[in-house]
């Protein structure tokens, strides 16, 4: 079953250039006043350990350990966060370190989190440090960040076909 889908006109976008590239990126209207309301799934999260954004402009929802936990230096860990979300199609959710665990060399991995997604999300931690690692339940563990993805299609031609030469093949 396919996430809940978003509008987003040409008016959201805008073009950005930096010196003499340019990209797309979200309009400042877009960024400034679109939220988005995240349906979330119960995996035995209690209202307490729910994602929480401790200020409203933070870009990442804090998410917690459910239990005590002893990392060695390389273990990694999958960590069940008693939640799942709806994600809707266009997006993708990651769940990103926190800073003040990733400076003493506790990381989560970056696996996306689909929009069809509709089971319990886990937080994969490694311990990058040469220390053994303690993480207590209700830890803030990570940050679960919802990303405007572009969906690709893959395809072997795109029509025009373009050489491999470079720096002036094309004329001066």
């Known amino acids: ?5 978003i509008e987003l006109w040409s008016s959201d976008f805008q073009i950005i250039e930096t010196g003499r590239n340019q990209f797309i990126g979200l309009s400042q209207s877009f960024r400034r006043h679109r939220f988005m309301k995240i349906r979330m799934h119960s995996f035995g999260v209690t209202k307490e350990r729910c994602p929480l954004r401790l200020h409203e402009n933070d870009a990442g929802a804090d998410v917690y350990m459910p239990f005590d936990c ?3 230096p390389g273990d990694i860990i999958k960590v069940p966060l ?15 370190p926190r800073s003040s665990l990733a400076v003493n060399g506790l990381v989560c991995e970056l696996p996306p989190i689909d929009s069809g997604y509709r089971g319990e999300i886990h937080a994969i931690i490694s311990n990058v440090s040469n220390q053994q690692q303690n993480l207590k339940k209700s830890t803030r563990i ?4 919802i990303f405007p993805v572009i969906i690709a299609d893959f395809v072997f031609e795109l029509g025009e076909q373009r050489d491999t030469n470079a720096f002036g093949s094309t004329g001066e």
């Not at 008693?82 to 990103?96: L, N, T």
């Open 1 to 5: 079953m396919p996430g809940r889908q």
């Open 70 to 72: 002893t990392l060695n």
């Open 82 to 96: 008693g939640f799942g979300v709806e994600i809707p199609d266009g997006f993708a959710g990651f769940v990103f």
């Open 142 to 145: 990570g940050q679960l960040i």
